[in-house]
């Protein structure tokens, strides 16, 4: 039994705790810091005692002994003022917190200065590690000081001249997921909306289009392979240009959910219903946008929230463990809403 809470503490310390639990301060410490291995009722004697005394660990004290502050940086290029790729922040701030430890942010605003700046700042507030996170998939090239800790990318890759590890995307297997939506329904006159040609994101995605389609020995129609620049308006007008050639599509798989908004505008003015007379299929699962439109939009998404909550746990199991993170491919998901329906002649 824990006698009652001793009067007139101020700051309770380790030997309080030890005093109101009758056992030593070392096995205090032993309990706090799951050093070592004690019975399980003296155990719970001190985290009753830890309980009644309002009892908290002196954090710095004990970051110095193991040389860690128990903090992580984060520098982004945009995301931080972004609802579209916020996630990943919220991924990699919740893991880092179910660990005990606090995630600092810094918005780069895609500037170098900025963002040389920024790395030297954390690093001079001794974070025991550092991540990147970029809001659209790209090429990146961080400070030299960036590596000089346990490091990670998020949603970018390094420039050839020094290798990071990164967690992207699968922009292949989201490709052809969005294939398959429309393959699996039975269509096979498909037309490929895309972003702009030399876009990384862009060439992954048509790539994991054409591997569908070849998977399921559905030709490509190179005609049907169409550029445009991930707005509304290009969609717009590359469906127009479809219909007025006459090309018998009965599905358009686009490069985002903004160019499938594109492609419903034209079509809807064509007097064509979607899904019954069109099937669309989007990217992203942009929030309040892709479930908001009529018809609401079957789309892949990004992993965002994944990718940061998959970094952070690399991260912090990198440093707990003395190893060197090592990157990955995170899955996208196929989101099956009201867009598509099986084709016209079907």
């Known amino acids: 039994m824990v006698p009652r809470k001793p009067k007139g503490f101020a700051t309770p310390t380790m030997k309080d705790v030890g ?3 009758g056992v030593s301060q070392s096995t205090v410490s032993l309990v706090v810091n799951q050093t070592g291995k004690i019975p399980a009722e003296t155990e719970q004697r001190v985290r ?3 309980r009644q005394l309002g009892y ?3 954090e710095t004290a004990r970051n110095l002994r193991l040389q860690r502050s128990r903090t992580i940086g984060l520098v982004t290029d945009r995301i931080a003022s972004s609802p ?4 990943v922040l919220r991924g990699a701030e919740e893991y880092a917190w179910e660990r005990d ?7 780069a605003k895609q500037d170098t200065n900025i963002e040389a700046a920024a790395v030297d700042t954390l690093l001079a507030r001794q974070v025991d590690g550092l991540l990147y996170a ?3 998939w790209h090429e990146v090239d961080t400070p030299e000081s960036f590596s ?3 490091s990670l990318l998020i949603n970018a890759w390094h420039s050839p001249r020094r290798a990071v590890p990164a967690v992207v995307p699968d922009e292949v297997g989201g490709g052809r997921l969005a294939a398959s939506a429309a393959l699996e329904m039975g269509h096979r006159r498909i037309a490929y909306l895309g972003g702009p040609a030399d876009d990384p994101a862009r060439i992954e995605r048509e790539r994991g289009f054409r591997e569908e389609l070849a998977a399921r020995n559905v030709p490509v129609n190179e005609a049907w392979i169409y550029t445009g620049n991930y707005q509304m308006k290009s969609a717009y007008a590359l469906t127009h240009s479809i ?3 006459g090309e018998d599509i009965t599905a358009l798989v686009c490069g985002n959910d903004r160019m499938a908004a594109g492609a419903l505008l034209a079509a809807l003015e064509r007097g064509l219903r979607v899904p019954e007379d069109l099937s669309l299929v989007g990217y992203d699962d942009q929030e309040e946008f892709a479930d908001e439109v009529t018809p609401a939009l079957t789309t892949v998404t990004i992993p965002h929230y994944e990718m940061g909550r998959v970094a952070a746990e690399q991260l912090l199991e990198a440093l707990e463990n003395g190893e060197t993170p090592t990157g990955a491919t995170v899955p996208s998901e196929l989101i099956r809403r009201d867009s598509i329906a099986p084709p016209r002649h079907a």
Not at 84 to 87: D, F, N, S
Not at 101 to 107: A, G, H, P, R, S
């Open 148 to 150: 000089s800790l346990p």
């Open 84 to 87: 579209y790729a916020g996630k």
């Open 134 to 136: 970029a809001m659209s």
């Open 56 to 58: 908290r660990p002196n």
């Open 48 to 50: 009753e005692a830890i």
């Open 19 to 21: 005093v109101l639990a």
């Open 101 to 107: 430890y606090l995630l600092l942010l810094v918005d």
């Open 243 to 245: 219909l007025d050639a």
